[in-house]
Each structure stands twice: as C-alpha cells, then as structure tokens.
C-alpha cells in the first residue's frame, strides 16, 4: 500500500516553511489549551478531558498537507507539592506508523486536518490497559452528510493504531519531564 501524497494549498510548501507552520500550530494548540483551563477551572477541565477515568489523554492531529506527520497533545495530571496538578504537552513529529493507516482522506474529503482523540490507562498493579477513541467535540457539530455514522466511525477507526501513535507523545512527555 502507498501513503497518499500530501494535499492542499500548502503540500507544495518548502520543509522550511511546513516546519515554521507546523511549529507555530504546536504554540498556538498549547496557548488555546492552557486558555480552557484557565477558563473552565482545573475540576471542569480534568473531567472535560477524561481524566477523571483516564490518565493520559492525549489528543492527535494530521494535517493534510504533511500527511508523515502528527501533531500530538499530552494531557495528564501530576502530583507537585502534594497537589495534583495538569501537564500539557504540546508537539509535531515525523510518524513511520503513517504510512501503514488507511488514508483519513477518504471519509473525511473536505477536511484539511483530522483530529482524533485517545484517552488512556496503561495496564499496572495487575490491572489491564484500558483505551477509548473519542470523535472530539468540535467536529460533532459540523458533521456533514457523507461523514460516517457512529457505527461505521467505530468500525473505521479500528483499522488504524491509535494507541501506538498515541503512546509516543507520551513517551517523550515523560522524558521531557524527567
């Protein structure tokens, strides 16, 4: 199977520039994030993003015209000064495991970026690991006929691996923690 080629007005770009956007789509992500929290307060936030089930949730983002590359958001809480407090974790990368996924393109035609989000719980202390995919809110509201329904959604997305592309952010979370 071929990976589709990048689409859109910016598949043409330099690297120089994908990068320069990509970055700045990193900054602006994590500015808007701190913002909610800020705004909803840190208990409306936590829950919001699923991790009051949940201990990582970690939101993931591919842009149509760099389609190797994952823009990836960690949320987690962690205890500082025995007070839980949220991480946020904010990054792009190249992602190999692209080019073995479907291509999103096909059922979602008319958008220039897919977000998809995975809230996780890995397996410890003799309990399993436990994941969910999550549609993410905003793209609820702008369904469109042709989109899938729920039930093709679920089908659809168990032919990518979500969880794999997912655990990598919070690899480098946790070394850029540690």
Same mark, same amino acid.
């Given at each position: ?23 700045? =789509? ?7 994030? @701190? ?28 842009? @149509?015209? @760099? ?24 990054? $792009?990368?190249? @992602? ?42 905003? =793209? ?21 691996? $979500?969880? /794999? ?6 690899? /480098? ?6």
């Amino acid at each position: 199977m071929e990976y589709p080629s990048a689409t859109g007005p910016l598949a043409k770009a330099s690297e120089a520039e994908k990068r320069k956007r990509l970055d700045a =789509m990193v900054q602006f992500w994590q500015n808007d994030t @701190e913002r909610r929290l800020t705004r909803e307060g840190r208990e409306a936030f936590l829950v919001g993003m699923g991790l009051n089930e949940y201990r990582y949730s970690v939101w993931l983002r591919f842009p @149509e015209w @760099e389609r190797s590359v994952v823009l990836g958001q960690v949320t987690t809480v962690r205890q500082e000064a025995g007070e839980e407090k949220p991480v946020l974790f904010t990054q $792009w990368r190249q @992602e190999a495991l692209l080019k073995t996924m479907p291509d999103w393109k096909k059922r979602l035609p008319q958008e220039n970026v897919f977000n998809i989000c995975v809230r996780l719980t890995p397996g410890g202390l003799g309990e399993g690991s436990k994941w969910a995919i999550m549609m993410p809110r905003e =793209m609820v509201s702008r369904y469109r006929p042709g989109w899938p329904t729920q039930q093709e959604w679920v089908a659809w997305t168990r032919e990518f691996d $979500w969880v /794999a592309v997912a655990v990598g952010f919070i690899r /480098a979370m946790l070394d850029a923690l540690a």
